[in-house]
């Protein structure tokens, strides 16, 4: 594998790390396509953050190995450190300075004049909308901020493969999106983004191909398409004119469609999950349904189809849900 032929940017095999009694990293093979984002999606204590430490060379393999672009990540590590960028979970810009002398100081660091530095540092903060915060401590920064300052400072230079460990987790909504618009640009740059998050719809966004894990292990891996695909499951979202009308109506759709109904927070709407009978299309069970509805006189507004969540995925494939949470790590960065 030392000769870089594949196309991949990172391939493993078998990695492992263990942290005395905890496989936290548990056999991972993994083959990430260059160019595109690749989604490791696991809930918390999954092993992503152990895999992701292994993979940019701050933590060493127990076991297994792990190619970045064709370089070994223990026998070839500064190679490797000189192609990757890291996001961390848990942020690295200086507090006390402001946006602008963070990107220049990195900027410095990396070996830019301080022009060039200045230059770039001006032109990440214009592009993430931090212009207005450039001036401002990033003690200061709402969460939002402070993630979009900490992607900006790891792609000063432009990485070929970068990695962002959650880098949405406790973000609101809106901030989400502009992360997500980041990531979007960056890939279309081409660099590759290995993204690790427990959110499914965020890996649904972004990510081209997913490896779904749990316990250090991948328990599923492909497109999005394939993972939904696997799960052979359909959803239809409903809503009602008459919010009275509820509890009959998942009456209705528990018997015909044998499904888990959920009421949504909209009084007037509900969801229902059920499996694909072999040989029978989704889209054919839930017109069955709709004509039950009918019959039993009740009135549907709007109905959707849709393929599953992703989080039905992880519950179908893990058997839990992605929110049982195992206990949560010790930071140990291990300068390699
Ligand atoms: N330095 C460490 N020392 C001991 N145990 C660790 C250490 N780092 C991680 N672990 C354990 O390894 C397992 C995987 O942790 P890891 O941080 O890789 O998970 P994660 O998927 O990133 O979770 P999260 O979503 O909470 O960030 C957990 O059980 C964790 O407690
Ligand atoms: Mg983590």
Redesign the pocket.
Same mark, same amino acid.
Not at 42 to 51: D, E, F, I, R, V
């Given at each position: 594998m030392s000769q870089h032929t594949s196309g991949l940017a990172i391939e493993t095999a078998g990695l492992v790390k263990t942290? #005395?009694e905890?496989r +936290?990293?548990d056999g991972v093979d993994l083959a990430v396509p260059a160019g595109t984002v690749y989604g490791v999606l #696991?809930?918390?204590? +999954?092993?992503?953050?152990?895999?992701v430490k292994m993979l940019a060379t701050l933590l060493r393999p127990d076991g297994g190995q792990a190619h970045v672009f064709g370089h070994d990540v223990v026998c070839e590590a500064e190679e490797v450190r000189g192609r990757v960028s890291l996001t961390g979970?848990y942020a690295s810009v200086d507090e006390d300075l402001t946006g602008t002398e963070n990107l220049v100081l990195l900027g410095r660091l990396l070996g830019h004049h301080k022009q060039a530095a200045r230059k770039r540092a001006g032109q990440l903060l214009e592009a993430f909308g931090l212009t207005d915060a450039a001036g401002k401590q990033v003690k200061h920064y709402s969460g939002g901020m402070r993630r979009r300052i900490d992607i900006a400072a790891s792609i000063l230079n432009t990485p070929d493969l970068l990695f962002l460990?959650?880098p949405t987790?406790g973000l609101d909504p809106r901030s989400r999106n502009q992360v997500w618009d980041i990531v979007r640009a960056v890939v279309a740059q081409g660099t590759t983004v290995l993204l690790?998050t427990?959110y499914l719809d965020e890996a649904d966004q972004l990510a081209s191909r997913i490896a779904v894990?749990d316990h250090?292990r991948v328990i599923a891996e492909g497109t999005k398409g394939e993972l939904k695909a696997s799960v052979g499951a359909g959803s239809v979202h409903l809503r009602l004119r008459d919010a009275e009308q509820r509890p009959l109506a998942s009456d209705v759709l528990r018997r015909s469609l044998d499904a888990d109904v959920q009421p949504e927070p909209d009084p007037l709407a509900l969801t229902a999950r059920f499996s694909t009978a072999a040989g029978d299309a989704a889209a054919e069970q839930a017109a069955r349904a709709l004509g039950e509805l009918a019959h039993a006189g009740i009135t549907v507004d709007s109905f959707a189809l849709g393929q599953p969540s992703l989080d039905e995925v992880f519950l179908a494939l893990t058997g839990h849900d992605t929110h049982e949470?195992?206990?949560?790590?010790?930071?140990?960065e291990v300068a390699a």
């Open positions: 942290f #005395g905890t +936290a990293v #696991g809930p918390n204590g +999954a092993g992503k953050t152990t895999t979970q460990d959650e987790t690790t427990q894990i250090g949470a195992r206990s949560t790590e010790d930071e140990d």
